[in-house]
């Protein structure tokens, strides 16, 4: 019989975030821990990785891992299962931005985005669902995004990317739920993030266009996001699979 007290825990949970260090990833794994997770932290930059492990404290460890190094996913798998054991989350997180006009953004500019979030989140992924498998257990979630669901200029790779993760979350739902596998997306509206401000402020007029379209008139908390993480992969969505949540203060119905 479920036990309804403690429907959103994760106690028992091991959960990889790609690009934990900062931003979404990291108020992801605030949330995690606080729901009963292990967390273990995918980053490039040591120091970040270092300084929001204290931060998480003991539930908390790290890998200096860059997504795009996709032949080394593998062993990255391998050695986190080695040394914790099974993964039964993984959260594609980990992004890069581009904004510039169609006429700036090099073939390289464009790659370069779709090589982080669609390559390197296929890398990852691919290298962990045998785990999952095995157990009959997992939750996979891709931070999608608005340019996911609705066009905004200069952004092209950003929204390739983005998009991509709405087919890549249905594509693989339909192929390995039937093994306990759940898979889904969240689409975080605008959150006050790091990547966020260095995409807006330098631009008014973008940010009173967003606030202008989001219903409760203000930017999100990045935890926000983590708590919609924490629900998705809790026994509380355990019938929840294959779609992509937004949360963005009601963004995509706003006028």
């Not at 790779?157 to 997306?185: H, P």
């Amino acid at each position: 019989m479920m036990d309804y007290n403690n429907i959103f825990s994760l106690k028992g949970e091991r959960a990889v975030i790609t690009g934990g260090a900062s931003g979404l990833g990291l108020a992801m794994a605030r949330c995690m821990v606080a729901a009963g997770a292990e967390v273990i932290l995918l980053a490039r930059d040591e120091e970040k990785l270092k300084k929001a492990c204290e931060e998480l404290g003991s539930s908390a460890s790290y890998y200096c891992f860059d997504v795009t190094e996709s032949d080394r996913a593998q062993e990255i798998a391998e050695q986190i299962k080695r040394e914790h054991g099974e993964v039964t989350i993984l959260c594609n997180n980990a992004g890069n931005h581009c904004k510039k006009p169609i006429e700036e953004m090099s073939v390289t500019d464009f790659t370069d985005v779709l090589n982080v979030h669609v390559v390197g989140s296929y890398a990852i992924t691919r290298a962990f669902v045998p785990q999952m498998r095995e157990n009959k257990k997992g939750s996979i979630l891709f931070t999608a995004s608005m340019t996911s669901f609705i066009g905004m200029p200069y952004v092209m790779g950003y929204a390739a990317a983005k998009s991509a993760y709405l087919g890549m979350v249905r594509s693989l739902a339909a192929e390995v739920s039937a093994d306990g596998i759940r898979v889904n997306a969240i689409a975080p509206g605008w959150i006050d993030t790091p990547m966020f401000h260095k995409a807006v402020d330098n631009d008014p007029p973008r940010q009173q266009k967003i606030l202008g379209r989001t219903p409760m008139n203000r930017f999100g908390d990045p935890e926000d996001i983590g708590w919609a993480a924490v629900y998705l992969c809790s026994a509380a969505a355990k019938f929840v699979n294959g779609v992509a949540l937004p949360v963005d203060g009601g963004a995509l119905i706003g006028f």
